[in-house]
């Protein structure tokens, strides 16, 4: 199976079971494909010991009775709890079920007893509502107990969609999923529940996967690094663009300065800093490789921006709200370069949101954080679906940020960034994210794959930096996280 990063949604998948069936690929084949993998997993990582499989009411559950009789087959203690009475199964989970020779008990807390792992196949891509009855009570006492749990495609109760716990879902050791992940295997909590993710290929043909694909992907190189250019013996420096902050004032210059530097690190030949006369010598004396442009209002700033050297934009860091920023967004958006708005530049516009959503085009990228995303857009629903829906509102790329970042451009492709450092959660941090996005656009790279590849830089730059990380040193990590994308 190609590594190639494409999600798939549980409706989504539950279309490519039924197209894997009609190209011929039987249900109890792929069924017994899935226990097998389930069953390789945990004996792998496990010797044997007293299994509890817990089997549900659909095909999650069918897997589970595979799981229990391979699991038997291997030599372990197996008992099996079942949510229904097998004769109201139906389909393949009936036929799993009819192999199973051996009693079968209620799912319930009691039955927990004597059990040192259980295998939870209570529900899958079929969960369709919270967690009740005994479900939900056999889920919060395996929380409570801290038993060991290996889930079978996705831990039950966590919405597959968007990583969303309805009702109640127990904390995975171990989660075995079936031909590509699922959002809700990257996104917050589900990433967290799911513990360590296994990816099993279960026969289902690459192509009929891509026949179902809906551009959702985890970000990963493979997306975007053949898009970042790679300096040779013969590269020059006007060949890697010209990237321009918009500086803040004087007293705050170390936003623009870091985003600026970051630039530089991810590889933009040129990088400037447009600031007022009065900032000018602040900046100056603490750069070196970083260029100073004078401007001292919106007019002068849409005089030199009218060189068309400058190959990307950015305004936001350190930039301060108000109407005079606002003014000079207005300004950058008509220069119609590639161009990146962060913070300020978001927040200037909580009361007018229109005024920005109506200038933006798809070479825009837009960073909110969470609070700035809830002042520009409807906040309700989940971030994939969010973010999918301000792109499409905003005609421009949307960079929700969070310990799960998800891009999404209007054209309905979105990424989620699978890892992040809590180190990342440092001041500076996200200036230099901001900086990294500039970088790339400067050399050309599209904006949606700018942002993701910023992302999945700044995620890597952070990695093993233990705690203490500031965001210059942060910075200076981006060569590193260059290297790594290039030897993925
Ligand atoms: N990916 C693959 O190629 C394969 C996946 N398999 C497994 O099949 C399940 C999906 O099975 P499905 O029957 O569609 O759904 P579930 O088993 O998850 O749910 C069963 C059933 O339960 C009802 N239900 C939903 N929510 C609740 C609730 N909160 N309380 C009670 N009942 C609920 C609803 O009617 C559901 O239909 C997938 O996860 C994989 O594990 C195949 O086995 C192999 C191929
Ligand atoms: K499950």
Redesign the pocket.
């Known amino acids: 199976m190609r590594s190639d990063g494409i999600l798939l949604p549980?409706a989504t998948?539950?279309a490519?079971?039924r197209a894997?069936i009609a190209a011929g690929r039987p249900?109890p084949w792929?069924?017994e494909?899935?226990?097998r993998a389930v069953t390789r997993a945990v004996t792998a990582r496990l010797p044997p010991r007293p299994v509890l499989v817990l089997c549900?009411?659909?095909?999650?559950?069918?897997?589970g009775w595979v799981v229990a009789r391979q699991l038997r087959r291997a030599g372990w203690p197996v008992r099996v709890a079942s949510?229904v009475p097998c004769q109201s199964l139906k389909g393949?989970?009936a036929w799993a079920a009819a192999a199973w020779d051996e009693p079968i008990e209620p799912v319930g807390p009691a039955g927990l007893d004597g059990a040192d792992l259980v295998v939870d196949?209570?529900?899958?891509?079929?969960?369709?509502?919270?967690?009740?009855?005994a479900?939900a009570e056999v889920v919060r006492a395996l929380n409570e107990r801290r038993l060991p749990v290996v889930a079978?495609?996705?831990p039950s109760?966590v919405d597959?969609a968007t990583g969303a716990v309805?009702?109640a879902a127990p904390a995975a050791r171990l989660t075995v999923?079936?031909?590509r992940l699922k959002p809700g295997h990257l996104l917050l909590p589900g990433r967290l529940l799911c513990g360590e993710t296994v990816l099993a290929d279960?026969g289902?043909p690459d192509e009929v996967v891509a026949a179902h694909d809906s551009g959702l992907r985890a970000n990963g190189p493979g997306l975007w690094r053949h898009l970042v250019p790679e300096r040779t013996a013969e590269s020059h420096k006007y060949r890697f663009g010209h990237a321009l902050v918009v500086g803040g004032p004087k007293e705050t210059t170390g936003a623009t300065r870091l985003a600026a530097r970051a630039a530089l690190r991810v590889g933009a030949g040129l990088v400037s800093i447009a600031c007022t006369p009065e900032a000018l010598p602040v900046y100056a004396a603490q750069l070196t490789a970083v260029m100073t442009k004078p401007a001292a209002d919106a007019a002068a700033l849409g005089r030199l921006l009218a060189d068309p050297r400058f190959s990307a934009l950015l305004i936001g860091p350190g930039i301060g709200t108000g109407p005079a920023t606002r003014e000079l967004v207005a300004t950058v958006l008509a220069a119609g370069r590639p161009t990146v708005l962060d913070a300020d530049a978001l927040t200037s516009f909580a009361d007018c949101r229109q005024d920005l959503l109506g200038a933006l085009r798809p070479d825009c990228v837009l960073t909110p954080h969470d609070g700035e995303f809830a002042r520009l857009f409807d906040a309700t629903g989940d971030r994939l679906g969010r973010a999918l829906a301000a792109s499409r509102a905003s005609n421009a790329v949307v960079l929700l940020k969070g310990s799960d970042t998800v891009v999404a451009a209007p054209d309905g492709r979105a990424t989620i960034q699978p890892s992040a450092p809590p180190d990342l959660a440092t001041a500076g941090s996200g200036d230099v994210l901001a900086g990294l996005i500039l970088g790339l656009l400067a050399q050309r790279v599209p904006a949606f794959e700018a942002a993701s590849a910023a992302v999945w830089l700044h995620a890597t730059a952070a990695e093993g930096s233990g705690p203490g990380l500031i965001a210059e040193d942060l910075s200076e990590r981006v060569p590193a996280a260059l290297a790594a994308m290039r030897s993925r």
């Open positions: 549980p998948m539950a490519v079971d894997a249900g792929l069924m494909n899935a226990g549900g009411p659909g095909n999650n559950g069918g897997d949510l393949d989970a196949a209570l529900f899958g891509a079929g969960l369709a509502r919270p967690l009740d009855g479900a079978v495609d996705v109760g597959g309805l009702g999923t079936f031909c279960i289902i």
